[in-house]
Structure formats: C-alpha cells, structure tokens
C-alpha cells in the first residue's frame, strides 16, 4: 500500500480530537513513505452547522465526490466522519464497488440525545448501517469496542491515538495570572454541553478553577461563573504551557470515546481527575496517573498528591508513530479481508 485517501467532515478551523488526531497520523503515515491525500469540507462550499458554526456543512452531491475520490487514485479509502461528505464519500464508495474503512470518533448518538429528544437506539441503528458498510471500523479503545459490538457493530479495528511528547512536557514556569490561587485545577477542550464542564464548575474546589478552550457554550459560562478563569483557545506550546501550570486536570465529560486532552495533560506531568467511564477507564485505569470517582470532588483533590514525573511517564507510552502504524495495519488488513470475500 503507497496512497490512502482520508475524507473527513471534521477540519479547520475546528480544534479538536479529530482533527489533532488525523493531521499527526497522516504527517507520521507520510515519513512511512505512505502517500496521504485528504477531502474536506474546505474544497466545496459549505454553511455553518446549526450550533456548531465552526463546522462547516460541505454543499456537494455524490457524484461530485466520486468523481474526485476516483482523481485521488488512492489504494485505500479511509472515511474518518459521519458527516455529510462521509455518508456522499460512502454512498460513492458502495457504487464503485471500492472497499473502505470508517473510524468512531465521538459518541454521536449521546451528543444528539443533549441536544434533541431523539431516542439513543434510533442514532445507533443510523451508525451502525453506516460503519458496517464498511469493511473495518476504527476505535480507540477496548470499552469503546465491546460497547459498539453489543450494539451490533462488525468489523471492529483498534486505532488508538498518540501525544506529541516534545511539545507537551512540563515547564517550571506558570503562563497563567501569578495572583490566581492554588491549586489550580483546569478542564481543557471544547466549551460544549456534551463536555459536561458544568460538572466541574459547580465543585466545591479550593484555589481557582481555570477553562482553556472555547465554543458554544463559552460565553454563558463566563456569565453564570464570574469566579472561573477562562483564557479561551489555546494551541501549540502555548497549549501545552497553560496545561503544564495546572495543579490537576479535571475531565467530566462523560461522552468522550478516548479524550485526547488526557494524554497531553498527562505528558506535561499533570496528574488527572475524571469519572470512571469510558475514555478516562482506557487512558488512566489503574495506571496510578490519576483518580477516578463517580464523585469528581473526591476525585480532583486526591490527584493533588499523584506524582508528577509518573503522569508524564506513562504519557510517554503513547506515540504517534505507534498510532500511524496501527492505523496502516488497520487498511492493510482490510484490504486483505475485502480481498479474500471477493475471491469467496
């Protein structure tokens, strides 16, 4: 395999998981010598997602799509989204007779049940058609894997995910305000009721509460919670500064399949307080790099004596160039299996 073609709804200028996730697997599949090409919503036009404004709806139609997935001239196929470039992306696919991969990033039917009154077996019965099409789907972790396969799901491939060790690391110097209080306990990510940030903002904490991020739910936030700082987006070294100034990261979403954010909290030596639910069971477990309580209290004040340099110790069991590869493996085995169902 030299080419793979990744179409995805989720891109700039989104901050996320996904997007983080699919840049540094795709910079690592290019140094393999893997040719990678992506499609997304910013070569159509588009309008803003109702809510979401910083997605970017693709306005196209299916035989646009093949067409141009057929001008890639890929060996493979990746379609990383549930959007609606993914589904044209599938539809196209299934009309080619052209086997594909999908990946399942967020729990899309948890998001939509937030939101609307929609019953979480109708989302899941829409997905599941979607992603068994496909010939493999990509998941980050064994909870998020056994949840889908008792849901119905076939196929089902691990793709975990990596932190970038040279960029978040610890750093002796605070970025935040010197007069805020400590400790300081910080949630970063996107600023959404499907995070949960409330949960956390509604603790009885000593020292300062500190939100790095931004989105839809930001500026109400700010207003039903003078007491918090909120620094707004961050990325980069800037990012991984603020991280390295907190005294404990607080992850309350209960929504997240894997949560990105713990990694690179954990590589900057911060220890992590989060629910035992998936995501933060797979990342943190027993690994002693954290507290996990179904009270967030508790959980928050005893990471305080979690040791710094283990946090970033095992951080560092999760490289980038170790996701590419499983992800090459993932399309490679596809492949194989597609191969040997058209031989049947």
Same mark, same amino acid.
């Given at each position: ?53 910083? +997605?970017? %709806? &693709? ?6 799509? /093949?067409?141009?997935? *057929? @001008?890639?001239? =890929? ?42 009154? +929609?019953? %979480? &077996? ?6 599941? /058609?979607?992603?068994? *099409? @496909?010939?493999? =789907? ?207």
């Amino acid at each position: 395999m030299t080419s793979i073609l990744i179409v995805t709804d989720a891109w700039h200028p989104q901050i996320n998981g996904v997007v983080r996730s699919l840049e540094r697997t795709a910079a690592e599949l290019v140094d393999m010598g893997i040719r990678v090409e992506f499609l997304t919503p910013q070569a159509f036009r588009t309008l803003p997602c109702p809510t979401y404004p910083e +997605i970017r %709806l &693709s306005l196209t139609h299916t035989g646009t799509v /093949r067409r141009m997935i *057929a @001008g890639y001239d =890929c060996d493979h196929l990746h379609i990383a989204t549930e959007g609606p470039l993914g589904l044209m992306a599938a539809s196209a696919a299934r009309k080619d007779n052209r086997p594909f991969t999908t990946s399942y990033h967020t729990r899309f039917p948890e998001y939509v049940s937030a939101r609307l009154p +929609i019953p %979480l &077996s109708w989302s899941y019965s829409w997905l599941r /058609r979607f992603h068994n *099409a @496909g010939v493999g =789907c990509m998941v980050a972790t064994r909870s998020l894997e056994d949840d889908l396969r008792a849901r119905g799901f076939n196929n089902l491939m691990r793709w975990s995910r990596g932190v970038d060790e040279t960029i978040f690391k610890p750093c002796s110097q605070s970025v935040l305000p010197a007069d805020l209080p400590r400790p300081i306990f910080m949630n970063v990510g996107r600023v959404s009721v499907e995070k949960n940030i409330k949960a956390f903002l509604d603790l009885e904490l000593p020292g300062t509460k500190v939100v790095v991020g931004g989105g839809p739910q930001l500026e109400s936030l700010k207003r039903d919670y003078p007491d918090v700082h909120f620094t707004g987006p961050k990325v980069g070294e800037d990012l991984a500064r603020h991280y390295a100034s907190a005294d404990v990261f607080v992850f309350p979403s209960l929504t997240d399949t894997f949560g990105n954010v713990l990694l690179e909290a954990l590589a900057c030596g911060v220890p992590v307080a989060a629910y035992p639910v998936m995501g933060p069971l797979d990342v943190i477990g027993d690994t002693g790099a954290g507290v996990l309580s179904d009270n967030l209290q508790e959980a928050a004040l005893a990471a305080l004596d979690v040791p710094r340099d283990h946090c970033r110790k095992m951080a560092l069991n999760y490289t980038w160039a170790a996701s590419a590869q499983q992800f090459l493996d993932n399309a490679r085995q596809a492949r194989d299996r597609e191969a040997v169902a058209v031989a049947a």
